[in-house]
């Protein structure tokens, strides 16, 4: 089986074969095999009975061309596995919210938010693409950004600025919608798109750029989308971190204050590190449980959340510092 695989996934495989799980096995073979079509019915929900209308050839031609570096992230991306909010909320009880706009995310969501700043990402990403097929031929790279455009909107996202959109008679667009326009940005191309391509003389190897310019296109967005969720630098990252970990902190405080149960120094605010934080929240949620006290997420969180975000946490100076450290003092002392 494993001499299937193109050079670069027998590395992966060697190395960690739980990184790469189920998906070289099923990918990286015939595209028509049953076992990744079941896969695919499952994961990214397309209908059986539409399998033979999408281009598996380009698909798979496509996927063989990228390098080590690209192959994972566009695996998982292809294969419905990116961890979005949805998918945080069922497997590890996070937030669905879409981090630009707060609305419930899914994959759909991601290409279709319409927070200013996903708008502007989408207009970036499109007016590039633009910009190198247009290099060697305007009309392809308009009607191209056309569809692409043509299946943002399909998703519920608004027209990309200064990109045109396929003609409501659009058989290319109609065909690839009967699919799913999601689809269309991972790769899987209804047959009526690239039989056009063909039509316009488009040839394998500009076919193959198109569908690796809409990876590199869904892995700026989803950069985007994470620089929103986790800040752009260390120290936005740091920064949120340590929010999060103060609610939580206020959260167990107050468990431990209403069953009068003594604590230790209270790691409030942006002085201190994420690793004084944790250690705080263990010890003191063992000792909650020592007293048989339910710690549940929920538990008045809501409440605090306007409390720590009052917290000058950021740029504190040296005075305000001190002045919190002296309110923690207080806090323990209690
Ligand atoms: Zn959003």
Redesign the pocket.
């Known amino acids: 089986m494993i001499k299937d695989y193109p050079p670069e996934a027998k590395f992966l495989i060697e190395h960690d074969k739980n990184i790469m799980g189920h998906i070289p096995e099923y990918v990286l073979q015939e595209m028509t095999n049953d076992k990744y079509k079941k896969f695919l019915v499952k994961h990214t929900k397309i209908p059986e009975e539409l399998f033979s209308s999408l281009s598996w050839n380009l698909f798979a031609e496509a996927i063989s061309r990228l390098n080590l570096a690209k192959l994972l992230p566009v695996l998982k991306f292809v294969n419905n596995e990116w961890c979005t909010g949805d998918k945080m909320e069922k497997y590890y009880k996070k937030s669905p919210?879409?981090?630009?706009?707060?609305?419930r995310?899914d994959l759909k969501?991601?290409f279709?938010?319409?927070?200013p700043r996903?708008k502007q990402t989408r207009n970036e990403c499109v007016y590039s693409i633009n910009k190198i097929l247009s290099k060697s031929d305007d009309e392809i790279s308009a009607w191209w950004c056309s569809i692409i455009n043509g299946c943002f909107v399909s998703l519920g996202a608004s027209p990309v600025e200064n990109s045109s959109l396929p003609g409501e008679d659009s058989y290319v667009l109609a065909s690839q919608i009967t699919i799913g326009p999601l689809h269309l940005l991972q790769g899987r191309l209804h047959s009526a798109v690239v039989i056009h391509m063909q039509q316009m003389d488009v040839n394998i190897n500009k076919q193959i750029l198109s569908l690796h310019l809409l990876w590199k296109m869904a892995a700026t967005i989803w950069r985007t989308?994470n620089q929103a969720l986790h800040g752009t630098t260390k120290s936005e990252r740091d920064f949120k971190k340590k929010m999060t970990l103060d609610n939580e902190i206020l959260m167990i405080l107050s468990l431990l204050r209403s069953n009068q149960l003594p604590h230790r120094t209270v790691p409030l605010g942006y002085s201190f590190t994420i690793d004084s934080k944790q250690a705080w929240l263990r010890w003191e949620k063992m000792s909650l449980q020592a007293q048989n006290i339910t710690i549940t997420n929920s538990h008045d969180i809501g409440e605090y959340t306007h409390a720590t975000s009052t917290l000058n946490l950021g740029s504190s100076s040296q005075r305000t510092r001190s002045r919190k450290c002296r309110i923690t003092r207080q806090v323990n002392c209690k």
Do not use: D, Q, T
Not at 97 to 103: D, K, N, T, Y
Not at 112 to 115: D, E, G, V
């Open positions: 919210s879409c981090p630009m706009c707060g609305a995310e969501h991601v279709s938010c319409n927070s996903a989308r």
